[in-house]
């Protein structure tokens, strides 16, 4: 097995230790939990997790400087990334979010509010099964896995960006993709099989 | 498709496990960490973690226990129980809670509901109503573990929770609580009518047949028991298996 050098990024908002729990699972020895350069520097693979508001997120990024670091790691270094639920709405250009705030802007797009049939509850909360087409996130999961939701908000993007979508009422975008960049809607550190499935699939693809 | 939930709850005294009936005669039912572990791997979809112990030193136990559970659970969980400000959820979301779920506190200030929404998003505040039928037909809330009967509807508290940015409503019926006679299909399937966000049915379930119920004519997005689980009168796993045979769609 590979042992990349993983940092899941530490911005004082989302559940890190949730995903290092996954991740040290499946036996990566390599994992830090950071904000400083040097280690975010160094690392072969991001995860940047998000729980809680998208202004909060972005401005607690915008606060410890990260965004810069992360635009040349990720743009033009290409180092891979994974964004998880705010994580990957962060990706975006802007959220709608309580008023507009701007995004990463790595992956055009918009985070909008999820508006659907009166008989599908919002927030989307729970298990939700989702059709994929990107192997270096799915590659290790069947087609229809399940993965857990909870969100009220999606992001909205050209069809070519979507990774994996799920169907609740409208297809929501479950997953997004553009070179090296990539973004669950769901919690895969709170998937079971499914979700350690994906980490792998994302680590093994680097 | 999004599929039916199903989420055993762990009623945390002193650290253990505990489950009474009708709020009261409350037994052992073991260590809370192993038996949410068990409950993760047979199936269970969520979680929920209420802290029923009354000291000072909760909050701090609390959160130990939090973060222990994080550590060996793969699924989500909820915690509640004594919550009354930000900082108490900050605490319990940083120590790898979920969700959390607000009850007195938030019936008594409102407020919180709103800035636990803003701070954190709707979907991760829980609003938990105890609630009981009065002879007039009407379900009232009741507060502090179902001592305290107030005057106020549920449906009218149910709604406005949700408008101040409640993201799901976790809904014991206190009718209906440790008699393992079935689930109160009424008002779960009026909340579930008239709001738009999901609800959890709480108390009763007591068969197989009950879990089909409320999701059908309860139209419930969620089903959540406690003591059918703690006592193994019926496996996650079976119970699951048979909701598929039902045609409603649960993971497997």
Request: proline residues 3%; contains cysteine; hydrophobic residues 40%.
């Amino acid at each position: 097995m590979k042992d990349p050098g993983i940092v899941i990024i530490d911005y004082g908002v989302g559940n890190t230790y949730s995903v290092a729990n996954a991740i040290q699972h499946l036996g990566y020895k390599n994992l830090r939990i950071s904000d400083e350069e040097k280690v975010i520097r160094e690392a072969d693979a991001l995860i940047l997790p998000g729980v809680g508001a998208f202004e909060a997120c972005m401005s607690n990024l915008q606060d410890r400087n990260i965004v810069e670091i992360l635009n040349e790691e990720v743009l033009s270094k290409k180092k891979p990334i994974l964004g998880i639920c705010v994580g990957m709405q962060l990706l975006a250009t802007a959220s709608e979010e309580m008023g507009i705030h701007e995004g990463l802007n790595w992956i055009e797009g918009r985070v909008k509010k999820l508006e659907l049939p009166s008989e599908l509850a919002v927030p989307h909360v729970g298990w939700n099964d989702v059709m994929n087409n990107e192997e270096k996130l799915f590659g290790l999961n069947q087609q229809n896995a399940n993965f857990y939701f909870d969100h009220s908000f999606y992001f909205d993007c050209e069809e070519k960006y979507v990774a994996a979508y799920c169907d609740y009422g409208i297809k929501v975008t479950a997953a997004v993709k553009k070179e090296n960049i990539f973004g669950v809607q769901f919690h895969p550190e709170k998937s079971q099989t499914n979700g350690l499935k994906l980490f792998r699939s994302f680590f093994n693809s680097i | 498709m999004l599929t039916k939930r199903i989420i055993p709850c762990l009623d945390i005294k002193d650290g253990r496990t505990v489950k009474g009936i009708n709020f009261e005669n409350i037994r052992d039912a073991g260590d809370p960490v192993e038996l949410g572990a068990l409950y993760a791997r047979e199936g269970a979809d969520e979680l929920v973690f209420l802290d029923i112990t009354a000291t000072v030193e909760r909050r701090k136990t609390l959160s130990e226990l939090v973060n222990k559970i994080s550590h060996h659970i793969n699924v989500p969980f909820t915690v509640g129980g004594g919550i009354s400000s930000v900082d108490d959820v900050s605490v319990l979301l940083q120590n790898g809670a979920d969700k959390i779920s607000v009850n007195t506190a938030a019936f008594k200030n409102p407020a919180l509901i709103a800035q636990l929404a803003k701070e954190f998003g709707s979907q991760c505040v829980v609003l938990a109503i105890d609630t009981k039928k009065e002879e007039d037909g009407e379900w009232y809330v009741y507060l502090n573990g179902g001592r305290v009967k107030t005057t106020t509807r549920c449906r009218d508290w149910a709604r406005q929770a949700v408008d101040l940015g409640a993201g799901e409503i976790l809904l014991t019926s206190m009718n209906n609580d440790g008699t393992k006679q079935g689930f109160a299909l009424d008002i779960t399937a009026a909340l579930a009518g008239e709001l738009p966000v999901p609800v959890i049915a709480s108390g009763g379930g007591g068969t197989m047949e009950h879990f089909v119920d409320v999701f059908t004519e309860g139209k419930a997005d969620a089903a959540l028991a406690a003591s059918i689980f703690h006592f193994k009168e019926i496996g996650i796993g079976e119970l699951k298996d048979y909701l598929w045979e039902k045609q409603i769609a649960v993971r497997r």
